[in-house]
């Protein structure tokens, strides 16, 4: 962010760090965008050249984030002019990256700011096997560039129902399952003899921009993000990472739950979402809010995510508070829009708990959070209020860009 960082302190909320006890009473001290001390207000001292912002009776949480949206690549209200999540014309699309068809004005980023959501992970569509590469966004900035937090954050890719009917229709491979598998195989095989050429040569090789992007999901830099809805296609896709080595995150997960204890023993994380759909395809009609409480209690890393703009990401709390209603135990719950999607991202040095020396990205409510009566009052990124929310009015602003 171009504005200057200032410098606050958050006096006397019920403070929330997720990693670490809560609070009661407590001070979060921003130095210059950075959070710099975090306590009980009687331990933590206030120099007299901060903003102080009286808290009490409010609660203090780290910024949500969302792990999987399509903020900027599919805008709202646009029609096919804003649609550019989808290079539909070659299944193997790697070397594309997200971050050229973000639009950082699009409304989506102003909803997330008001609902507290920080950070994104704005990824590819799912209509190719290969989809192309994913970034980790800051939701304020005027352009894409400042808002970066990780680029590349991985390579989407996709199992199942959508490549085999996008790549069906077209009469083009792949039309099935086996056919979208294979697609895969041959990608990665490529992939490998590239890199051994490139190994082997005492020449310059031409590039191969689809390789070089596989070879950082092969070498392990970033992880492999596999779009799949049914439990044989988790299956598909745990048997192609174990086969070739890559970190691999599940996308959606809808019924990961059904095979909780295979995702658990590859210890394989499960981005969980959108919940509020309808049974709109056969592959998410085991859809269910309780989904996110069993992996958690199987021992799976669990995220939970909107998939923006099927579900609007001002919901992304909303189904935080189903899940917990169906059983997911409530700091479990919290992490899952906090530090769990940070760790995925690896951007957990950075955001998802309220520790000293991570980005002061912070959100004000005006309760408890999971109660849906309550609002986000202001929201911090880097120190810097990009919103604020005027109860006597009952209207809020965000930042202009």
Not at 191 to 201: E, T
Not at 343 to 349: P, Q, S, T
Request: net charge negative; with cysteine; aromatic share 4%.
């Amino acid at each position: 962010m171009s504005t200057p960082r200032p410098s606050l302190a958050i006096v006397g909320a019920r403070v929330v760090p997720v990693e670490g006890e809560v609070i009661e009473e407590g001070t979060v001290l921003v130095r210059e965008g950075v959070i710099s001390a975090v306590g009980p207000r009687a331990e933590v001292e206030v120099p007299e050249d901060v903003e102080v912002v009286d808290a009490a009776g409010r609660w203090v949480l780290p910024g949500l984030i969302d792990a999987h949206v399509h903020l900027g690549v599919w805008e709202e209200g646009e029609g096919w002019a804003g649609i550019d999540g989808n290079e539909s014309t070659d299944p193997v699309m790697a070397a594309a990256r997200a971050i050229d068809a973000i639009n950082p004005r699009e409304q989506g980023f102003d909803d997330a700011i008001t609902a507290g959501v920080t950070t994104v992970n704005v990824n590819p569509g799912s209509a190719n096997p290969i989809g192309g590469q994913a970034v980790a966004l800051k939701t304020y900035g005027r352009y894409v560039d400042e808002m970066v937090l990780r680029n590349p954050s991985g390579v989407k890719a996709a199992l199942g129902e959508n490549p085999k009917r996008v790549y069906g229709e077209q009469k083009k491979t792949p039309s099935t399952r086996l056919g979208v598998a294979l697609v895969l195989r041959k990608a990665f095989s490529a992939a490998r003899s590239y890199q051994a050429r490139k190994a082997a040569s005492d020449s310059p090789v031409d590039t191969d921009l689809v390789s070089e992007a596989l070879l950082l999901v092969l070498e392990r830099e970033i992880p492999w993000r596999q779009h799949c809805h049914r439990a044989d296609d988790i299956a598909t896709a745990i048997r192609l990472a174990e086969e070739f080595g890559y970190r691999l995150v599940l996308d959606h997960g809808t019924e990961a739950y059904l095979v909780a204890d295979l995702v658990a023993q590859h210890d394989v994380p499960v981005l969980y979402g959108p919940m509020i759909v309808s049974r709109s395809k056969v592959e998410v009609r085991h859809r269910t809010p309780k989904a996110p409480g069993i992996l958690d209690r199987a021992g799976v890393e669990v995220s939970i995510i909107t998939d923006h703009p099927v579900v609007p990401i001002d919901y992304l709390i909303t189904q935080v508070a189903l899940a917990v209603r169906e059983g997911m135990e409530r700091d479990a719950a919290l992490r899952a829009v906090t530090i769990n999607p940070a760790r995925v991202l690896g951007v957990e040095d950075r955001v998802g708990s309220l520790v000293a020396g991570k980005d002061a990205d912070l959100a004000l409510w005006s309760g408890d959070p999971l109660d849906l009566q309550s609002r986000v009052l202001r929201t911090w990124i880097d120190g810097v209020e990009v919103y604020a929310y005027d109860e006597e009015a009952g209207s809020g602003q965000v930042l202009p860009r």
